[in-house]
């Protein structure tokens, strides 16, 4: 390793190394750009996860409230079905208490 290397071969040697540097450089300007879109991207994902949280929820309360309101309904509904079979009930009875009394007055009684 004694002898020395001549100017021209520094200068390549130089040249070589800039070059190699620069590709370095441009390497690392790609990469951080791709790792900011990364992180936006992560950004954007944790926001969309807080939505979806915050939709889910809402539907968990929105279901809630369509259960009492089918429970509502049901007894709204249940209370024409109740009507109608008291009405049913005293008309049948009104019958019955009708033929009983023209048997009755049929017998003498």
């Not at 450089?25 to 950004?43: T, W």
């Not at 889910?56 to 089918?70: D, F, H, I, P, T």
């Not at 049913?88 to 009755?104: P, S």
């Amino acid at each position: 390793m004694d002898t020395p290397i001549t100017r021209a071969e520094h200068e390549e040697f130089r040249r070589a190394m800039e070059a190699e540097n620069q590709r370095l450089a441009d390497e690392d300007r790609r990469q951080n750009r791709r790792i900011e879109l990364v992180e936006e991207n992560i950004r954007q994902i944790s926001a969309l996860t807080t939505s979806v949280e915050k939709l889910a929820a809402n539907m968990e309360g929105m279901v809630k409230e369509l259960e009492k309101q089918g429970e509502r309904l049901d007894v709204l509904e249940n209370r024409d079905g109740e009507m109608w079979r008291k009405v049913t009930g005293h008309v049948i009875t009104v019958i019955i208490g009708a033929v009983i009394g023209y048997l009755f007055t049929q017998i003498g009684m």
